[in-house]
DNA sequence: AACAGCTTCAACCGCCCAGTC
DNA sequence: TGACTGGGCGGTTGAAGCTGT
């Protein structure tokens, strides 16, 4: 089966959005939604493939992206949920309003996976080089509406603190471990969720919605992964209860 | 001040899957 | 039923910025 390719590269532009292009793509998109990405250039007078304008758009115009650094309950949900799926980004970024998956992705592979790592090694070689450091380098070349200065400071670690004003819920807060400390997966930790999910089954989980979001998703699709993040967050509450 | 090395992240690539004809 | 299309996903890349020397 012969498969055109994504998009014609003939003419099309590459590489980097300007202001301009960004302006027109929002503007179409708000004047007539984007029911068919191949077109949307087109129709916009864009000189991207559909696919680069879908890019730009679920990863930077949207308005609901929340920018700026990742809170530590953030980064903690995702490594909590990123233990029990792997690199299902978009599944993770369902349960992270306002991030997408390219954001965790990234903030997975630049930030939480060294964290891990080094946690994971002998004392004393764990800390990365350097610490965090800039702002978000593209929220300030978009002065968008949803762009907020990047609220990192020199010297700020990774573990962001949040002038977002969002935070999870609550079942995240209540884990009691501060950022800094590791999530991890003992024995206790599945024959106390396993028996919990036992009694749950049937008995009205929680909402899969364990972190107030909507993603939209069907369930049938999402079935299998709500029940694991539901059941991890109910487990967290397990191991907050023991600690109490 | 200049340079080299490192880090970050936006963007691209290629594959897969679901929907349509 | 199979061919085809469009959308979505995860992996990778490369330019820009930052830090250390």
């Not at 369902?94 to 930030?111: C, F, M, Q, S, Y």
């Not at 964290?115 to 380098?137: T, W």
Request: hydrophobic letters at 30%.
């Amino acid at each position: 089966m012969v498969r055109a390719p994504c998009c014609e590269k003939m003419g099309l532009k590459r590489g980097p959005w300007t202001a301009e292009e960004d302006m027109t793509l929002v503007a179409h998109i708000e004047q007539h939604g984007h029911s068919n990405w191949r077109a949307l250039p087109k129709q916009a007078g864009l000189l991207r493939c559909g696919k680069s304008c879908r890019l730009r758009w679920i990863n930077y115009l949207r308005p609901d992206i929340k920018r700026g650094n990742f809170t530590s309950d953030e980064e903690e949900a995702i490594i909590q949920v990123h233990a029990m799926l792997g690199n299902r980004w978009s599944t993770i970024a369902a349960r992270l309003p306002g991030r997408t998956d390219n954001e965790i992705k990234n903030v997975w592979h630049t930030h939480l996976k060294k964290r891990l790592e080094s946690s994971s090694k002998p004392s004393g070689q764990a800390a990365p080089k350097r610490k965090a450091k800039k702002p978000a380098v593209a929220a300030s070349a978009l002065e968008g509406p949803t762009s907020e200065p990047a609220s990192s400071s020199p010297g700020q670690s990774l573990s962001t603190s949040s002038a977002t004003g969002y935070s999870m819920a609550s079942s995240l807060e209540n884990t009691g471990s501060s950022s800094s400390e590791e999530f991890q997966i003992d024995d206790s930790f599945w024959s106390e969720t396993l028996a919990m999910s036992a009694d749950s089954s049937g008995s009205g989980m929680e909402s899969s919605d364990t972190f107030g979001v909507d993603s939209g998703a069907p369930s049938s699709s999402n079935d299998e992964m709500d029940f694991w993040v539901t059941l991890f967050m109910q487990a967290s509450d397990i191991q907050s209860l023991s600690q109490i």
